[in-house]
């Protein structure tokens, strides 16, 4: 009843702000271990597992000669970083801190402050294990060359934004069906491990199985990654805008559902569960 309350800048304000996603970023960054580095070196060995075990599972089966003519483990782990991306990006979203999360109590803190630093936060982890594991391939095992850097980035990018999107839509959904929605986003990233084509060219594929993979923006960006990896590779069967439309549709949709949400989220649904 008795408060003071002073009036602050526009510029204070978003200092404020900033400074919450900065923290909200590192308590998520060290939400796996207490010390950061162990946090983001377990992504790391997550990561080289998948590179080692799809590389081997290609030497093993003799699929080697399906890949783009260049270097066979860039190719893998071209699709690899970006699959990593995208599934990581949908996981921290769902699983960050909904309108009836006790944190939520605590003012200024909003679910968007939240979701901004979930979302960063997944970004930050994979790219810097992307820098890190591609620096010493490059130094130790052999020198590579990435024929269009700044826009195979940019595919990356593209691959963690639909990844915030679809996170988006189901943390939308998730405190009206919690149990479905994490059902559902569990089978969404494991289907990603054949539906995002990450194991084959898209332009290999015959035309009768296209339509089981272009439904998914993440296949559209690895397969344009790889144009822009490799000189040698030219994709005609994918299309990046495609991806970029349907995030920014999906973010849309995700924004309206979680504002509809806020307005009738109760702490007592927490209770009931």
Not at 15 to 43: D, M, P, Q, W, Y
Not at 188 to 215: D, E, H, Q
Not at 254 to 266: D, K, V
Request: charged residues 10%; proline residues 4%; aromatic residues 12%.
């Amino acid at each position: 009843m008795f408060q003071l309350r002073t009036q602050r800048s526009k510029l204070s304000g978003a200092v404020t702000i900033l400074e919450l996603i900065f923290h909200s970023v590192v308590r998520n960054v060290r939400a796996s271990h207490n010390n950061a580095f162990i946090a983001i070196g377990k992504n790391m060995l997550q990561v080289v597992v998948f590179v080692l075990a799809f590389y081997v599972m290609f030497s093993v089966l003799g699929l080697r000669k399906s890949a783009v003519r260049g270097d066979f483990l860039l190719y893998v782990m071209s699709g690899i970083f970006l699959y990593m991306c995208h599934t990581k990006a949908v996981g921290a979203l769902v699983q960050s801190e909904g309108p009836n999360h006790p944190m939520m109590q605590h003012a200024p803190l909003n679910t968007a402050i939240t979701i901004t630093a979930a979302a960063v936060g997944s970004l930050y982890i994979q790219v810097l294990t992307m820098v890190v594991i591609l620096f010493m391939y490059h130094v130790v095992i052999t020198p590579i060359t990435i024929y269009q850097p700044i826009q195979a980035f940019g595919m990356l990018l593209l691959s963690w934004f639909t990844g915030c999107a679809v996170g988006m839509v189901l943390l939308a959904v998730r405190p009206w069906f919690p149990t479905a929605v994490s059902v559902i986003s569990t089978i969404y990233r494991r289907a990603n491990m054949i539906a995002s084509g990450k194991m084959f060219l898209a332009n290999t594929l015959p035309g009768f199985m296209l339509p089981i993979f272009v439904w998914n923006p993440l296949f559209h960006t690895i397969d344009q990654a790889r144009g822009f990896v490799f000189i040698n590779y030219n994709p005609m069967n994918s299309n990046w805008h495609y991806a970029l439309w349907l995030g920014i549709v999906l973010v849309m949709i995700g924004l309206m559902g979680e504002f509809y949400t806020r307005r009738h989220a109760s702490l007592s649904w927490s209770a009931r569960r």
